[in-house]
C-alpha cells in the first residue's frame, strides 16, 4: 500500500515472507511542511516492526493534545541527505513519547534530536535519536528528570 500526492511517495506499507513467517516494514518518505506522524487530541499510537525514513519533513513524530506515542521499534534512517526541519520528534501539551526501546539506525539527519514543551520524553536507551540539540521548554520531563527551559546546540 503507498500513499503519494504531487509526485511525491510519503508513506509505504510492504509486507512479504520471511524465513519465519511475515515481514512488514513501513517507509516514510518526503512530507516537505508536514509530518510522518501526527497524534493528538488524547489519542495513543504504537509503532510496529521495521521503520524506514526515507525522506524529510518538518518532522517524524509530533505528539500533543495529551497523547501517548510508544517507540519500541527499529528505526532505519536510510537516506544521508535527511532532514528535519523543525525536529525529528516533539511532544507538547502534557503528552508521553516513550522511545526507551526504539533503536535509530542508519545516517544522521539535520534539525533537532527533539522538541518537548510540558510534556514527557523518555529516549532511547541503546541508541541516539537522530538530529543535533534539543529544545526544552514549560517543565518539560526529559527521562524522568524535570527540565524547566533549556536549549541545547
Do not use: W
Amino acid at each position: 500500500m503507498s500513499l503519494s500526492g504531487r509526485g511525491v511517495t510519503c508513506f509505504q506499507f510492504l509486507a512479504f515472507r520471511a524465513k519465519f513467517g511475515l515481514r512488514i516494514i513501513f517507509r516514510f518518505g518526503a512530507m516537505p511542511g508536514g509530518g510522518h506522524v501526527s497524534i493528538g487530541e488524547m489519542s495513543k499510537g504504537n509503532c510496529a516492526s521495521s521503520n524506514e525514513i526515507s525522506g524529510g519533513a518538518m518532522m517524524h513524530a509530533n505528539v500533543g493534545g495529551m497523547s501517548y506515542l510508544y517507540l519500541g521499534c527499529s528505526i532505519e534512517v536510510a537516506a544521508s541527505d535527511l532532514s528535519f526541519e523543525a525536529a525529528t520528534l516533539i511532544a507538547s501539551t502534557k503528552s508521553l513519547i516513550d522511545a526507551e526501546l526504539a533503536t535509530f539506525r542508519g545516517c544522521g539527519t539535520t534539525g533537532k534530536q527533539y522538541i518537548v514543551h510540558d510534556s514527557t520524553l523518555a529516549r532511547p536507551r541503546a541508541s541516539v535519536i537522530p538530529g543535533f540539540g534539543a529544545e526544552t521548554r514549560d517543565n518539560a520531563i526529559i527521562d524522568n528528570r524535570l527540565v524547566h527551559s533549556e536549549t541545547q546546540q
